[in-house]
């Protein structure tokens, strides 16, 4: 019998197996500790794929330097998805008023005032200004796992406010990085399709905000600059993207000042595993009971 | 209307070169002309010939040169009457 997919049933499945924990907010539920289990052992698995590519490894906390944020031009593309952090600042008549109008329900978004931290937005964005200088010969190549900020509310659980990736970076000239971004895309391709999941590979374009962004997409398509892994989760026509390839040319050289030795602007390349996305894709191909999952996928994220 | 294109590409295109003294089958992205950047030459484009450029001229093609822009707004110029 083919699969049917379903958000609302996937959604309700994963909330009766406790994999997701409903908070009231749309896409910013918890997750439960079967869950936690697959997503690590999903990283553990890419971790041992990736043990001979010499990464460094790093860890940023879920939000970003404002200015680094500014500089790296997220608001000319994405400003639908940004998460700005407010704070409050004021003085104690301030606090009083800030107190009643919650307490009344009103409006109290005024008396916040903006902060020096955005929710990180991209899983690579803090690690750039960490490049600026000339890097070695053969490139730079970081490992990070870090949380993502979108504000896109839906009750469609593959798309979520935050969620993590888990995401290398690699900066050198145009060869390495194309290279790299290569073999990666054929790598994460067989990694997902090995645990059984039907992933196909395609181009694929950024949610670029309003008209000029459809031209952004279309630019970005034709150049090939983007491509991810696709998996049916909530439907057959519009599979969900469970790794994506960003190839950024000099957008990021250009910005952080990263240069290769020759003294030409430094390419910069990501690609990130959707963690949250790839349980999600597994529950669904496998089931909501991991006990119960095909030996060869079991094998793969629970090895002797 | 070649005039108005280049003076359009001075204000928005942030080319690496003068806009004034390209060629018209100069490619414009070898001269600097950015993804965002394009965009912004488009809005300017509409909005001094009164035109609506359609999905499917929202191509890097469509902006890759004088005489290609040239084409495209006559095109849609001519549409309009
Ligand atoms: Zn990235």
Known sequence: ?304 | MIEDIRAILKEHGRLSVDAGALAVDADLYQAGLTSHASVNVMLALEGKFDIEFPDRMLKRGVFESISSIQAAVEELTAGAK
């Open chain 1, 1 to 304: 019998m083919a699969t049917q997919y379903s958000s609302e049933e996937l959604y309700q499945n994963l909330v009766r197996h406790k994999l997701i924990i409903p908070v009231g907010v749309p896409g910013a539920f918890g997750r439960g500790a079967v869950f936690e289990d697959v997503l690590a052992r999903f990283n553990d698995v890419v971790t041992r794929l990736a043990k001979n590519d010499g990464a460094e490894v790093m860890a940023f906390p879920p939000v970003i330097d404002r200015q680094v944020f500014e500089k790296s031009e997220f608001l000319d593309s994405f400003p639908q998805l940004a998460g700005t952090v407010f704070s409050f600042m004021g003085n104690d008549a301030q606090h009083k008023e800030l107190s009643q109008r919650m307490h009344d329900k009103k409006p109290w978004a005024d008396l916040q005032s903006m902060t020096g931290v955005v929710l990180n937005p991209a899983a690579c964005y803090p690690v750039y200004p960490s490049f600026t200088g000339t890097v070695p010969a053969e490139g730079r190549l970081v490992d990070m796992q870090n949380w993502v900020f979108r504000h896109e509310p839906s009750p469609e659980p593959t798309r979520m406010q935050a969620f993590r990736v888990r995401e290398f970076v690699r900066v050198g000239t145009p060869d390495l990085v194309v290279d790299w971004r290569n073999m990666w895309l054929q790598r994460g391709l067989e990694l997902l399709q090995s645990l059984g999941l039907p992933a196909r590979s395609d181009v694929a374009s950024d949610p670029f905000f309003g008209r000029g962004g459809r031209m952004l997409a279309a630019s970005q398509k034709e150049q090939r600059l983007k491509f991810e892994v696709l998996i049916p989760v909530i439907s057959e026509e519009k599979p969900t993207a469970c790794c994506s390839f960003n190839y950024h040319q000099e957008h990021f050289g250009k910005i952080f000042e990263i240069y290769t030795p020759d003294g030409a602007l430094a390419q910069t390349a990501c690609l990130g595993f959707g963690m949250e996305r790839v349980c999600m894709a597994l529950f669904k191909t496998h089931g909501c009971v991991p006990s119960e999952w095909p030996k060869s996928v079991r094998d793969i994220l629970w090895p002797a």
